[in-house]
Nanobody, 123 residues
Framework: QVQLVESGGGLVQAGGSLRLSCAASGRTFISYAMGWFRQGPGKERELVAVVSAIGGSPNYADSVKGRFTISKDNAKNTLYLQMNSLKPEDTAVYYC????????????????WGRGTQVTVSS
């Protein structure tokens, strides 16, 4: 089992940057594929980016490609999301999630979730 705690959210102007972090408990962090998901006001939770258990094969939603970068530091038990060129439509609660699969982009295959961190982008 793994517990996840996100941090790094906040209010930023359009065009700005933020870096989200997700600290994971447990000694088996390297066993889990990890992902970032987000849920905007009145919207369903959607995939932002995922990465394999060993930190490879990053995959991004089309809406964030070229602007966001996901990275997994297994030595520090931490997942990151670097967000650049932020847009108002990126406003959402961002969730970190872990899957016992080596790699998956399916939301329903992520068993463990953090409580989320709010990102608000003003125009």
């Amino acid at each position: 089992q793994v517990q996840l705690v996100e941090s790094g959210g906040g209010l930023v102007q359009a065009g700005g940057s933020l870096r989200l972090s997700c600290a994971a408990s447990g000694r088996t962090f390297i066993s889990y594929a990890m992902g970032w998901f987000r849920q905007g006001p009145g919207k369903e939770r959607e995939l932002v980016a995922v990465v394999s258990a060993i930190g490879g094969s990053p995959n991004y939603a089309d809406s964030v490609k070229g602007r966001f970068t996901i990275s997994k530091d297994n030595a520090k038990n931490t997942l990151y999301l670097q967000m650049n060129s932020l847009k108002p439509e990126d406003t959402a609660v961002y969730y970190c999630a872990a899957s016992s699969y080596f790699y998956t982009s399916r939301r329903d295959q992520y068993e463990y979730w953090g409580r989320g961190t709010q990102v608000t982008v003003s125009s």
